[in-house]
């Protein structure tokens, strides 16, 4: 397995179950984010991990909830969401979340649709 | 206004025509990416530049740093560059993404 992997591809979730999404990067990077893509949005950064410390949140609500328990792995649980949530979900990593400009390698993303 | 903003919003093209999709952004950045996503919703980096021209087969970007703009063009277009073309800038740590370009290009 290469790249960065994410599961499941497709989701579909009433309000009140709890699900949780999954990514992999098998790259060596030390940065893993979470972003969310709704239709005719821009790409919206939700959470960065750099060296598995959070280090930004983007005014994400709780319902939301990362962790990170390694360098290759990064999760999204997800509670109590609303039909608003239903997005697109990607998640990318790469080498390091400093200031110099390293390239991002994402992966394939889950749809996510919220009944 | 978007800080980053892309035109056309949607091309459609005949296989072999030269494409053009242009990127305006509206801050101070440290590099610029340029990204593929297909209908599947996976995103791949196509380029990521700071200053001039780069090439990779039929791809080409170029930046003007002064002009705070930047072009993908596509030469000998074929359907399977049929995608959505997004710009991002990086800003301090931040990426910000434009809306893309969605290209459709017709045997």
Aim: glycine residues 6%; hydrophobic residues 30%.
């Amino acid at each position: 397995e290469t790249g960065v992997t994410q599961t499941p591809r497709h989701l579909v979730m009433g309000m009140t179950n709890k699900k949780s999404l999954k990514c992999e990067q098998h790259l060596g990077h030390n940065a893993m984010y979470w972003y969310k893509q709704s239709a005719k949005k821009p790409l919206e950064l939700m959470f960065v991990y750099n060296f598995k410390e959070q280090t930004e949140n983007n005014s994400v609500p709780s319902r939301f909830s990362p962790e990170c328990p390694n360098s290759s792995h990064l999760f999204l649980h997800l509670h109590t969401l609303q039909p608003e949530d239903s997005a697109l979900y990607l998640c990318a990593s790469s080498q390091a979340e400093t200031l110099v400009s390293y390239e991002q390698y994402f992966g394939p993303g889950t749809r996510l649709t919220v009944t | 206004k978007n800080e980053v903003e892309q035109s056309p919003q949607n091309l459609t093209a005949q296989e072999g025509e030269f494409i053009t999709i242009n990127c305006s952004y509206s801050v101070g950045i440290s590099a610029l990416h340029w990204l593929q996503q297909h209908p599947g919703g996976g995103i791949v980096s196509l380029f990521m530049l700071s200053s001039g021209k780069k090439k990779h087969g039929r791809l080409i970007a170029t930046i003007n740093i002064q002009e705070k703009h930047s072009s993908l063009h596509i030469t000998a277009s074929h359907p399977r560059d049929s995608a959505v073309y997004i710009c991002a800038v990086r800003n301090t740590d931040k990426l910000i993404f434009g809306t893309g370009t969605r290209l459709q290009v017709f045997p």
